[in-house]
């Protein structure tokens, strides 16, 4: 089946720690992106990509970075220099073109202990 | 600054009657809106997508309207089923920006209640 998975489903994370979130797509989308949700808020965007070996930040890419070497994966690491990272990550993909859905995964929790 | 507002309150409705939900924006002339329904702990699902040019879409019991002059987009959900029942979100995109990126509200919990 085509779609898009992200993984852990959970990640716990000590402080001053980096952490990496797993996002592979199957959907031959150019096009991924990683958001972060928190309670009450709406899905704001952390970093994304065009096309393999290019990404742009997002509204809040600081304490965070990406790499996109392959077309399916764009990983996301949560790095300790990310003052309050607990919240739920969610990867997604499109073709890009703007003008169409965007497709998510499951989604990562992350909680710093 | 942009601004994308839904009504934080859940909306609890009996089933069978019409969910009516609102998204409003400021500062912002995005060329489409789409609307998603989550579920906790899951990822967001598309449920339509509306262009600038145009007022209505359907897609069997959903109803969605875009008033650019508004700044508003509704969304119904007629004849609702508990099944309905889920956090749906807003999302705007804009011509300037050709690679899918999109700005999204905090949503509108629905409770649908037998």
């Known amino acids: 089946d085509g779609g898009i998975t992200q993984s852990p489903k959970y990640l716990f994370r000590k402080e001053g720690q980096n952490v990496t979130l797993s996002c592979e797509q199957n959907l031959n989308h150019d096009a991924m992106y990683w958001y972060r949700q928190d309670p009450g808020q709406g899905l704001r965007l952390i970093y994304y990509?065009?096309?393999?070996?290019?990404?742009q930040k997002g509204d809040i890419a600081e304490g965070y970075s990406v790499s996109r070497e392959k077309k399916e994966s764009f990983p996301l690491t949560v790095t300790s220099a990310q003052k309050n990272p607990t919240a739920f990550y969610l990867c997604a993909s499109s073709t890009g073109t703007g003008n169409t859905e965007a497709f998510f995964g499951q989604g990562t929790r992350l909680t710093v202990v | 600054s942009q601004k994308i507002e839904q009504n934080s309150e859940a909306l609890n409705i009996q089933e069978g009657k019409t969910a009516t939900l609102t998204c409003n924006y400021t500062n912002y002339s995005p060329a489409y809106l789409q609307w998603y329904r989550q579920d906790p702990g899951r990822g967001p699902v598309f449920l339509l997508l509306?262009?600038?040019?145009?007022k209505e879409k359907r897609k069997e019991r959903l109803k969605v309207t875009f008033d650019t002059t508004l700044k508003q987009s509704l969304f119904h959900i007629t004849a609702s089923q508990p099944a309905d029942s889920a956090t749906y979100l807003c999302?705007?995109?804009?011509?300037?920006?050709?690679?899918?990126?999109?700005?999204f509200g905090a949503g509108t919990q629905v409770v649908v209640t037998p």
């Open positions: 999302a705007l995109g804009s011509t300037t920006d050709s690679w899918g990126k999109l700005q």
């Open positions: 990509s065009q096309i393999v070996n290019d990404f």
């Open positions: 509306i262009r600038e040019n145009e």
